[in-house]
């Protein structure tokens, strides 16, 4: 059976967990994004996950997802499509329809028993449409570019007492929002670890679904070899391996031909992305 043939998403967490790797998950804002993040899963020889937040399918009608569908399509390495962060019942059907692999329900900005009752019922939709699905029982206080803003709300971190709640609901991944403290580093990003808690949550899943970490912004090599090593299988990440590229823009643009910046962004998405999937393991684990 080859990667094609079965539901990617899926698949790649599964070899992931297997191989005690983790697989990139990159949200991607344009094509050029879209590009040089193929660029290197096929580079690395590596599964990688591209992203999206719903904004891209209100800004763009879709286009990004479908630009983003074919480049998979055309890749000589598993890739799959993810929508991260669906904060509502429309978004979610209106992207079911769409060229995605995965979909996360994510309903934590309402309190817990309406968060799992929503999840289980648009879980069950995404399933009839054998659309993977991930859901996250934290909440963190703020929000990102292209995110529901949850300032107000009070933050709550991920428990081992929640996992199977949310097994319960049919969901095939857990995003986990717990709270990391290392040697250097007070507080890294707004998804941090508790290593005792991370423990207590892989033991309690008992491989019956997949772990993502998200929020890494920020994360040291040493710091995301670590979450690896604990156990999770989809690491998220934005600027980790956009920096690069946003750096370039500032201090090429109008200073070269569009084409050529256009070019040497794409070459530093890849560049950096590299370099994450190697500390993340995934490199030639295609």
Known sequence: MSWKD????????????????????????????????ARAAETAQSPLIIQFFP???????????????????????????????????SIIKRAADLAFDSIMVDMSHYEKEINLKMTRE??????????????????????????????????CMTTAEEVDEFVDTGVDVLALLLEIFTVNMASVAHNLISKGEFENIRIQAKGRINLALHGTNGFSPELMK????????????NRLVL??????LQENAGKMPHTQLIEEGIQKVTDLTIKWMEICGSAGKA
């Not at 920096?243 to 370039?248: A, M």
């Open 6 to 37: 079965s539901n990617c998403h899926k698949r790649i967490l599964h070899e992931a967990e297997i191989g005690r790797y983790a697989v990139i998950a990159a949200i991607a804002y344009n094509i050029e994004q879209i590009l040089g993040l």
């Open 122 to 155: 648009l879980v069950q939709y995404c399933n009839e449409r054998e659309t993977v699905t991930e859901a996250e029982p934290g909440r963190i206080e703020g929000g990102e570019d292209g995110v529901m803003d949850t300032a107000g709300l009070e933050a």
């Open 55 to 89: 904004w891209a399918i209100e800004a763009t009608d879709g286009l990004l997802v479908r630009a983003a569908a074919d480049a998979a399509k055309r890749a000589n390495v598993p890739i799959s499509i993810h929508l991260d962060h669906a904060q509502s019942e």
């Open 243 to 248: 920096d690069d590229y946003y750096d370039h």
């Open 226 to 237: 670590c979450c690896v090593a604990a156990g999770v299988t989809k690491i998220n990440v």
